[in-house]
């Protein structure tokens, strides 16, 4: 074989890249569960369980003031299943209903801190929401999990070969900043940004657009990984304590991610004949409100326009990983932000280097949320803030 | 494929590296890149192993502007399966047009890359191996037609694999108190049982396809040494269609599948058998069957 030349660096999932009748459905999200812990750790609370005194400003440098912990009996898997559940809850389906289901967390606790690696969580999952008949296996691709299960069962949707399909992680890595807490020294620190997790489960059920139907759904799937940049961050098993440790090279990271979105997201608007202004709400996936300011600064400069709504859902829940994307789309749609026809962009930004977009009309999904009687949560929190980013802010 | 080496990540590298050579392919040509494999170095948990490997081999690492392609890579995770299940993701990918060309790497070792029983509570059950298959798109050949999967959650705990806080005691005050250990446990049963589930989704798939045992003119399939001829015996292959998985790969995990895929291929029987039929079984349980057709 010869080396190609392709005209586009993202493997994508448009319909441009299809075979001819390979692709006759559209896919969308039917509907999406979240599962919050209720107990609360400030940024001043975890400061002071530091070990040394690093004379650091957690909540300035990051925009976090608190985020969520999982209680004594909450651990991945018990998050995933809360959110599959609360997912169905919202769903016109039930769980017999479901032709795949791929769990997609970092991390695959059960029964405390025992990280799973086989049977697959998704096998857990399943059977706890009825999926008897489904395929299922697990995901692995650090915070962009989530995306690449929707990726995935995009591919499948569109293809024909299933009509609908469950995404859900369940992320217990607030344990990360337990083990962090005993060795962070410095705002240099590699373990700084184990400070910044929170707990969460999110899911997605993805089902065929009906036939006849000619608006809302999965416009555009994209991903691509920079490898070059794959060890910047790294995490294992700890060894200070039970669950994970995570070492980043946080600036590093986000410098390469800063400088490398643009031209990507330049290459999938091309491929969607969309411009930048054209999207509504732009959702990153969830660092620090200060690389999401810098990042969109950049992409701003980089394409000359702004999407109308930049989402930073940091404040009260932190970075969730995997499930950062649905936390925050599930609270907008809950607190009744985004109407049908408005376009989403989910960007994920992800070790690996992995950088990925999932770009969707919304339809049907908004009329499923809304009711103020949200199942995960969020109680009396204040609005989430939508960054004011340049002349097209609204 | 090399099973010299203790480390997961080495092998994975290897495989792959070797099988672009076989395939005469570039690293380059890679849209996607699936790792299947469960056991890896210190159990690594981000980013995807799938990322470290696309990176060894120089696949598309970065991203010069305005030419070429990039290649995307992930892992998926169910155990001896992975792989069956990564060629299902990939057979879709490529028959959609959002690839040309991908890879299932599968490797697993020790995640201590220590001579064995230095630390005897870390002792690991599968041999070290590693496998890769470069996938592609020909209209010309049915290649990977029919996938069949089925979950046995009533014998879950028959294979389990995990890691897990331990406490040691305090050789000095500052000590962790424990460290966190890999336990790996396949209790008894648990192979019969894998016949089983393994026979009842090869049932399914022949009932969805119109399939009889004497249509298979090579069966591939991993859990163990035995498990192909226990599974011939059981679905009344005809004698001599199960292919052996070289002595070098026995005991192996994830990559077992792909090893006796490449001894069917350097044997030349894959070449002339019609239908080849691939099956794993591994914890969960789960069982998986594929039918490979040309």
Not at chain 2, 76 to 86: D, F, Q, T
Not at chain 2, 263 to 285: F, K, N, P, Y
Request: with cysteine; net charge negative; aromatic share 6%.
């Amino acid at each position: 074989m010869t080396s190609k030349q392709s005209a586009h660096w993202m493997t994508s999932e448009g319909s441009s890249q299809w075979r001819p009748g390979q692709a006759p459905h559209v896919a969308r999200f039917e509907s999406i569960g979240v599962a919050l812990p209720t107990k609360r750790l400030t940024s001043q609370e975890l400061l002071e369980s530091l070990r040394h005194h690093p004379h650091i400003d957690l909540e300035r440098l990051t925009g976090i003031h608190e985020r969520r912990v999982a209680d004594d009996g909450e651990d991945s898997l018990s998050l995933a299943v809360r959110a599959a559940r609360d997912c169905l809850a919202h769903s016109a389906h039930d769980g017999g209903d479901l032709d795949m289901v791929l769990s997609c967390s970092i991390s695959r606790y059960r029964s405390g801190f025992r990280q799973r690696f086989e049977p697959p969580l998704s096998l857990h999952i399943k059977d706890a929401i009825g999926a008897s008949n489904a395929l299922s296996f697990d995901i692995s691709n650090a915070c962009a999990g989530m995306l690449t299960g929707v990726f995935i069962l995009n591919d499948f949707i569109r293809r024909g070969e299933i009509r609908r399909g469950l995404v859900v992680s369940g992320e217990s890595i607030s344990q990360l900043g337990v083990n962090a807490s005993k060795q962070v020294r410095s705002i240099f620190s590699r373990q700084l940004a184990s400070l910044t997790l929170g707990d969460a489960g999110a899911a997605v059920l993805v089902e065929r657009v009906p036939d006849g139907q000619d608006r809302g759904g999965i416009d555009f799937a994209a991903f691509t990984t920079l490898a070059e940049h794959s060890r910047l961050c790294l995490a294992y098993p700890s060894r200070v304590g039970p669950g994970a440790s995570m070492f980043t090279k946080s600036r590093t990271i986000h410098k390469v991610a800063i400088e490398d979105a643009p031209p990507l997201m330049r290459d999938a608007l091309e491929q969607t004949g969309l411009r930048f202004e054209d999207i509504d709400y732009l959702i990153p996936h969830q660092t620090s409100s200060r690389a999401i300011r810098k990042g969109v600064a950049e992409l701003s400069a980089q394409l000359g326009a702004m999407p109308k709504h930049v989402v930073d859902n940091l404040e009260r829940f932190g970075n969730t990983s995997s499930t950062t994307h649905f936390v925050a789309l599930h609270r907008y749609l809950e607190e009744g932000r985004i109407r049908p026809g408005e376009r989403v962009l989910l960007l994920s930004l992800a070790s690996g280097l992995e950088i990925g977009v999932v770009l969707l009309e919304m339809d049907q999904l908004v009329e499923r949320y809304g009711s103020g009687t949200q199942v995960g949560g969020y109680g009396d929190a204040d609005d989430v803030p939508v960054v004011p980013v340049g002349p097209a802010a609204r | 494929m090399s099973p010299l080496s203790r480390s997961a990540l080495r092998l994975a590298d290897t495989a792959a590296e070797r099988c672009l050579r076989r395939g005469a392919s570039e690293a380059a040509e890679l849209d996607i890149l699936i790792n299947a494999g469960i056991y890896r170095d210190k159990n690594l948990g981000e980013p995807a192993l799938a990322a470290l490997i696309q990176e060894d081999i120089h696949a598309n690492l970065g991203h010069p502007p305005g030419v070429g392609h990039g290649t995307f890579s992930f892992d998926v995770g169910n155990g001896a399966c992975g792989v069956l299940s990564a060629l299902q993701l990939l057979r879709g990918f490529l028959s959609s047009g959002a690839g040309e060309l991908g890879m299932v790497v599968a490797s697993d070792a020790s995640p201590q890359p220590w001579p064995r029983g230095l630390i005897p509570q870390q002792r690991f059950p599968y041999r070290a191996a590693g496998g890769a298959v470069l996938v592609g798109w020909d209209d010309k050949v049915p290649g990977l037609t029919a996938f069949r999967s089925r979950t046995f959650p009533e014998y879950a705990s028959l294979c389990e694999g995990w890691t897990e806080w331990r406490r040691r005691p305090r050789l000095f005050p500052s000590s962790p108190g424990g460290r966190n250990e890999l336990r790996i446990v396949r209790r008894p049963g648990y192979e019969a049982r894998a016949v089983d589930c393994a026979v009842d989704v090869i049932e399914d798939l022949f009932y969805e396809v119109d399939l009889s045992a004497g249509d298979v003119d090579l069966l591939v399939a991993s859990l163990s040494a035995d498990f192909g001829d226990a599974l011939a015996g059981r679905i009344g292959l005809p004698e001599g269609r199960v292919v052996n998985v070289p002595e070098q790969f026995a005991g192996s995990h994830t990559a077992q599948i792909i090893a006796g895929l490449e001894q069917a291929e350097r044997s030349g029987r894959l070449a002339d058998s019609r239908t080849c039929l691939l099956v794993s079984a591994g914890s969960g349980i789960t069982a998986t069957a594929a039918l490979y057709q040309q």
